[in-house]
């Protein structure tokens, strides 16, 4: 899918040519001011499943990528690939068995222009604020994910495309 400027407000459609071409334009956002949604653009008339997929996968790699670099804490920008994410876990789960035996710990939480940005968490006060919040965060968010790919399938039903079902 290709981010498209100017917009102001979501519109969902799929616009079909008498070529048999047809363009999806999906959901909505803003950077730096400016409104903007997705467009895909098809060279047939597609079906519902193909309309479907293109969003859920669409969904899914936005999905993704603000889990691994959305997350914030206390001023880091926190990069949470499945790497570091088990790591924390791992880390995490030791300290909590071990009644913070393991700490201080030192992780590296991301980087800042290139440079990077390490913790110590010394105390299991702030290793669980850390854990917990990360956890809430992913949980969130794949949740804002779920509940966009079922209103995809809600509203790819009501375009009436033929071959299958959304």
């Known amino acids: 899918m290709e981010k498209v400027y100017g917009t102001e407000e979501r519109h969902d459609s799929l616009i079909i040519h008498k070529t048999k071409r047809a363009v999806l334009i999906y ?16 060279d047939h008339e597609p079906t519902a499943m193909e309309v479907l997929e293109v969003i859920t996968n669409h969904v899914n790699e936005l999905t ?10 206390n001023g880091y920008n926190v990069w949470l690939s499945t790497e570091n994410q088990f790591n924390f876990k791992a880390a995490y789960d030791v300290a909590v068995q071990t009644g913070g035996a393991t700490l201080p710990i030192k992780f590296k939480l991301g980087e800042t222009e290139g440079e990077p940005n390490y913790f110590v968490f010394e105390d299991m ?16 968010v794949l949740n804002v994910g779920w509940v966009e790919k079922d209103s995809a399938k809600e509203w790819v039903q009501t375009l009436g495309l033929k071959n299958g079902e959304a």
Do not use: C
């Open 27 to 42: 959901g909505y956002g803003e950077e730096n001011g400016m409104g903007y949604d997705f467009r895909h653009t098809f």
């Open 64 to 73: 993704d990528q603000k889990i691994l670099s959305g997350y914030q804490w």
């Open 125 to 140: 006060a702030t290793f669980t604020d850390f854990y917990t919040n990360a956890l809430a965060y992913i949980i969130e």
